[in-house]
C-alpha cells in the first residue's frame, strides 16, 4: 500500500479497558472509605464521649455556665429541755457581700452618662474611699481592708462582714439606696444559732461552728447533727456570659426542709440550782481544776442536770471565761521565754477543756462513794447483814501493807455494818471486800457496769469493754497477788470509773436494783410537731433484788443522819448517801491532790433524784495542810457533802416534795416572819406567837405602827419578834460582828445582841454540836438596820472523809 492509502486511511479507534477502570474506581471508592473512616473515627469516639460516656458531666458544665444556683440554708431545729424551755434556736442574720466588678461597673455607667455633666447627675459618683467609710463604721470593720476588698475589681464576692443582725443589715441596706449601690453590695440572709441561756449545760448542748457551713462541733448539737440540720433549699436562676443573674429569664425555687427539733430530759431549773452550786463550792474551797454535779432520775435513768467546771457561754464559746484557766494563760502569755506559739497551745488547750465534758470523757478514783455498791454487793450474796460486826484500830494490815482509816488511832473501834458505812471505815470494807471475794466482787464490777459503757447517747464515752486502764483485768485481780487490789478496791481506790458509770450505778443500788441505761435525748419531732423518736427508759439488768436495795437506802440514810454525810441534812427530808475523798496524782503539775464528792439521793424511802457532786482540788492553805485558807477541812464530808444538801432541798422543793418535821426539827426550822404592821396589839401578839416566835412590845398603843424584823423575812423559829406599839422604832445603823467559828447557839445570841438574826444557809446540819459557822453572809463591820438577817454557813471540821 502506498503512501496516499495511509494517508487516507480513518485513524483506528482504541476500545477503552472498561474492567481496569473499574478495578480502579473501586480501589479509589474502598481507599476513600478507608481513609474517610479513619479519618471520622476520633470524631464519633469524641462525639460519643460528648453525648454518652461524658453526658452527665457536661450537661452539668453546661448548666454551670448557663445558671446561677444559691443555696436556700434550711432552718436549723431547736433544742429544747424537758418543760419546753429552748435552749438553743436559730435566726436570720447576715453576709454583707461586695461585689467589686459591679461597682466598678456602676462608676463606668455614671461616667458614660454624666461624665461631661456631672451637675446634671441625680446623685453623686460612687466613689470607693466614700463607700468603704460608710461601711466601716456601720459594720464595725478596718475601713482600709475595705477599700482594698472595693479595689479587687475582677471579684465578684467578697465578704465584708459575716453573720451580721437584721438591724446592721438595714442600715447596709440604706446605705445601698442612699448611694445607689445597687448589686454592688448586697446584704445575703443566712443563719445564726443562739442559746438564750448562754453557758447553762454548754458541755451537754454543745455549739454550732459557724466556719464549718454551720454544723454542730459539740455535744448534742454534734451527735444529732443529722437530725438537727434538716435539708438545703436551692433557687436556681439564669445568668450571662459575665456570671450575672439575669432574674427575668427563669427561675427554679426547691424548699428547704427545715430540721427537727431535739427535746432533751435537762430541766432548766435544776441545771441552774447544779451549776451555781458548783460554781458556789468552787469559790468557797477555792478548788483548782473545776468540777462536776450530775443530778439523774434513778427510777429511768432520765438526766435531769448535768454541770461542769470549767465551762463557757455557748454564744461565744472560743473565749475563755473560767479565772484558773485565764490565770494559767496569763502566765504563759507573760513569761519572757514564752513564745506566740506556745500561747497558742495553751489556749487550744484551755479551750479543750471548757469545751470537753470532764464527767464522761475523764476518768477518777471514786473514792468511798464507792462503798454503795461493794455494800449492796455483799448484802445481796449474804456475806454480811445488819448484825455483823467490825473492829477498826485505825488501820489493817494487807499482805505486809498497812492501810490507813481515814479516822487514824485508836480507829472507829468496834462497830456495826450500819456504823461502819456511816463511819466509813476502811478497814471494815476491807473485811467486806474480803468476804465477799475476788471472783464475787469483780461479777458486781461487770453486773454494776463499771467495765463498759453506759450507753448513754452523748459524746466521749468509750465503746470498749473492757474499758483499757481503767479496772484491772479478772486474772489480775483475782489471782493471789491481786489481794492488795481486792483491798484497795472495797474502799473505791486503785480503779478508775467514769462520774455517769458511777452515778448510773448507784442508781441500781437504791431503785430497787435496777441498772437503767442513762440518757438525755428525750424526744425529736419534726418542724410540725409530729413526734419522730422518743426514748424510752431501758433497763439493761437487774443486779439486785427489791429487799437488797430497800437495805442498802435504810443503811445509807444513816450516813446523813449522823455519820459522815451529815452536813448534807436537810430538816423535813429524808436524804441517804456516801461521802468520798480520794487521793489522785495531779499529771499536769506531778504532785497529789484530793478530790471530795458527795453521792446523794431524796426522799430515801422512795427516791426521786440521785445526785454526784465533785470538786477537784480544793487547795490547800500551805503544801501538807489539811485546811484551806478559809478554814475548811478538806473532805468529801465537810464540802461537797454541805454544798449536796443545799442543792438536794432545793431540787426537792422545786419538784414539789412534802416535808416531813420531827419534833426536833420543827423547834429549828426557818419561818417567814407574818407582816404584823396595822393589826392590833393583840392579834399582832397572837400571830408572832403562833407562828412560832417569841415576842417582844414596845410602847402603850393598842396597834402596832412597827416591827422588827420586817414582814417577809426567813428566821429561825423561836427567835424573837419586837412589835412596836405606837413608841418610835430605832433608825440607826449597827455593826455587823463576827460570829465566825461560833456555834448556831453563840451566832444567834451574838447577832442578837446587836439587833440582828441569823439564817441558816445551805444544809441544815447546825444542828450538830460541833459545826461551827465557816462564813457569813455580810461582812464583819458592815454598818445595817437593825433587824437585818445575816445568813450563815456551817462547816464541822471533825469530818475527814
Known sequence: MDHRDRKNREPVKKTPDRRANRTVLLRTLVLLGLFGVAAFLPLFGKLYAIQIKDHDMYQQKAIDQQTMDNAVAANRGQITDANGKVLATSATVYDIIISPNDFKTLQENWD???????????????????????????????????????????????????????????????????????????????????????????QVIGWVNPNLDNTGAYGMEALYEDELAGETGRVVTAKNGKGTEMKYSFQDYYDATDGNNLNLTLDTTIQYYCERILEKGIEMFDVQNGGFAIAMNPKTGAILAWANSPTYDLNDPWTVTDPVLNTYLETVKNDPNSSEEAYLTALGSAQNQQWRNKAINDTYEPGSTFKSMVLAAALEEGVVNEKSTYYCPGYAIVADRRISCSKKEPGHGSQT??????????????????????????????????????????????????????????????????????????????????????????????????????????????????????????????????????RCRAILEKVVDGGTGKRAYVPGYRIGGKTGSSETLDSRRGIDHTIVSFLGFAPADDPQVIVLLMYDNPKPASPGNNLTAKGYYISGGNMAAMMAGELLSNVLDYMGVEKSYTEAEKAKIDVTVPNLVGQTAQVGQEAAAGAGFTVRTVGEGDTVTAQIPVG????????????????????????????????????QQTLAQYGLYLKIGGSSSYMSDQAVVASQSINVGTSVERGTVVECLFADNTLVD
Open 417 to 550: 455494818l450500819a456504823e461502819a458505812v456511816a463511819n466509813s471505815c476502811n478497814p471494815a470494807f476491807i473485811a467486806i471486800g474480803q468476804a465477799l471475794g475476788a471472783e464475787k466482787f469483780y461479777d458486781y464490777l461487770e453486773d454494776f457496769g463499771f467495765l463498759g459503757a453506759t450507753g448513754i447517747d452523748m459524746q466521749g464515752e468509750s465503746q470498749l469493754s473492757p474499758v483499757p486502764n481503767l479496772v484491772w483485768p479478772r486474772d489480775k485481780f483475782t489471782s493471789a497477788n491481786g489481794i492488795t487490789n481486792l483491798a484497795t478496791a472495797s474502799f473505791g481506790q486503785g480503779l478508775q470509773v467514769t462520774p455517769i458509770q458511777l452515778i448510773t450505778a448507784a442508781s441500781a443500788v437504791i431503785n430497787g436494783g435496777h441498772l437503767m441505761e442513762p440518757y438525755v435525748m428525750r424526744s425529736i419531732t419534726d418542724p410540725e410537731g409530729n413526734v419522730v423518736r422518743q426514748t424510752e427508759p431501758t433497763e439493761v439488768r437487774q443486779v439486785i433484788s427489791q429487799e437488797t436495795s430497800d
Open 112 to 202: 458614660k452618662k454624666y461624665g461631661e455633666h456631672p451637675e446634671k447627675a441625680d446623685y453623686p459618683r460612687p466613689e470607693a474611699e466614700k463607700v468603704a467609710a460608710a461601711l466601716a463604721e456601720i459594720l464595725g470593720k478596718d475601713e482600709e481592708k475595705l477599700l482594698k476588698q472595693l479595689g479587687k475589681t475582677g471579684s465578684y464576692y467578697e465578704i465584708a462582714a459575716a453573720r451580721v443582725e437584721t438591724e446592721v443589715a438595714d442600715q447596709v441596706r440604706q446605705l445601698i439606696k442612699d448611694q445607689h449601690l445597687s448589686n454592688s453590695i448586697v446584704p445575703n440572709p443566712t443563719t445564726k444559732r443562739y442559746y438564750p441561756y448562754g453557758s447553762l449545760a454548754a
Open 712 to 747: 417577809g423575812a426567813v428566821i429561825p423559829s423561836g427567835s424573837e419578834v419586837v412589835l412596836y406599839l405606837g413608841a418610835d422604832k430605832p433608825t440607826d445603823l449597827v455593826t455587823v460582828p463576827d460570829v465566825r467559828g461560833k456555834t448556831s447557839a453563840g451566832a
